[in-house]
Each structure stands twice: as C-alpha cells, then as structure tokens.
C-alpha cells in the first residue's frame, strides 16, 4: 500500500470520530443498496431524531466514505447537538457531496421530493419539504434560515371562497448563497449564481437574473454581475 493510501485512510478516521459508527451503519443499510451502503457514503452523528420512512437516494458516479456528513459541530458558537431527519414518506436525493451541520433539520413529508445538489452545505438551519424542493450544485445556506415550500395552512378568500394553495415546489440554480436568517418561501424560483443577503425573504414574486443579489423583505435585486466564489474564500487575499 502506498503511503498516499496510507495518508488517505488515517484522514477518513480520523474525521470519522465526530460521528457514531452505529448510527451510521444503521442509516446506511436502512436506505441504501448494499453496493452503496458497503462504503459508508453517509456519516450521522451521536445525537438526533431521526424518523427513517421513505427513501434516500445518491445519484452520483462515485460513491465513497463520508461523501454525505450530518450532524457534526460545524460552528462552535451553536448548539451543541446533532440533527432532526425526518422523512415521512418522501424522498431525499443527494446529487453528490453533502454537509449538513449541527442542529439542522431535514422535514420531509410524505411523497414529497428534496433534491440536493452537488456540495451542497449548511447548518443550523431547516429544509421543509411537503411538495418540492430542487437545489442545484455549489449551494450553500447560512446559518439560523429556512428554505420551506409550505405555508402549512390553508387560507380562504372571504369574497370568492377560493382556497390557497399550501404548498408550491421549488427550484434554486446553481452557485446560490444564502446569507444568515434567510427565509426562501413557496414558489420560489432562482437563477444560477444568486447571493441572497442576510435576513432577507425571498418568496414566488422574487424577480431573479444571473449573477445578482437581492435583498430585502421582499427581496429585489440590488446588485447585478456579482457572484460567490467558493473556491475563492480566504478573506487574506482581498484586504484593502
């Protein structure tokens, strides 16, 4: 064996010890085929609530060992605990790598579908799945926001009688951002290369271009031909 192979294995376990080894072979071979499972593609960690219905599906060309990471400290500042996963009834796709960090949660409802793409990361925050959800590779979400695609209730017009509609799918591209304490909302349809600053609310009538930022409650476009970098990150390399 070669000593790259050799370094190699000492970072899996080594990375391994923030996570439990039974949780994770139990996720794995409750969700997965056994040509997946085998290498261990997902790693949960020690404290959660987990409801196992429905399915877990990794669409990938390569499957290897924690590709998929959930429930790790990730920022020290935030609880200390690890996630709630909870399916259902619906279906969690995973496009590629993952990481979704401590006290996070994952609520997906029965015969619903959330898509996430490749290297997909947040933590301390909630995806809330009744209908839809596709995220696009290269996403990242900020801490303490919500991307729901249900209002969870049902409003009547008092005039016409007409009913809402609860729940709307949605669609976020490739390359998209989402700053501390966002709030993406039913409906919602991004474009690839989208920053959505802090504390902003983005919902159905959000208006969308490549390379933008919006802002705001609603959020609207306050800048074009900017994008995030996130290959670009040390801050180092841009002071003034």
């Known amino acids: 064996m070669t000593k790259e192979k050799l370094l190699k294995i000492k970072r899996i376990f080594l990375d ?6 039974f949780n994770t072979i139990y996720f794995n071979f409750h969700y997965l085929p056994f040509k997946q499972a085998i290498f261990l593609p997902v790693w949960i960690t020690y404290r959660n609530y987990c409801l196992f219905k429905g399915r877990l599906v990794i669409e990938s060309d390569k499957i290897y060992p924690g590709m998929i990471k959930m429930g790790a400290m990730h920022l020290a ?34 015969n619903a579908i959330l898509e996430l793409g490749n290297r997909f990361g947040m933590t301390s925050s909630e995806l809330k ?7 696009g590779s290269n996403c990242s979400v900020g801490t303490l926001s919500r991307i729901t695609d249900t209002d969870s209730h049902l409003f009547k017009n008092v005039k016409t009688g007409k009913v809402s509609k609860a729940n709307q799918e949605i669609v976020i591209g490739n390359n998209n951002w989402f700053g501390y304490r966002t709030l993406v909302l039913k409906g919602t349809h991004s474009c690839d290369d989208v ?46």
Do not use: M, Q, W
Not at 16 to 21: D, G, I, T, V
């Open 77 to 110: 500042y935030n609880r200390p605990r690890g996630i709630a996963f909870i399916n259902s009834g619906g279906i969690l796709k995973f496009k590629g790598s993952c990481f979704i960090g401590n006290d996070s949660i994952i609520d997906i409802g029965d």
């Open 195 to 240: 920053i959505v600053s802090g504390c902003s609310v983005v919902t159905k009538r959000t208006e969308f271009v490549n390379k933008c930022i919006v802002s705001g409650n609603p959020a609207t476009i306050v800048g074009v031909g900017y994008y995030r970098d996130p290959f670009d990150e040390d801050p180092k390399d841009h002071e003034d």
């Open 16 to 21: 391994f010890r923030k996570y439990s080894l």
């Open 129 to 135: 799945c009744r209908k839809s959800i596709k995220i």
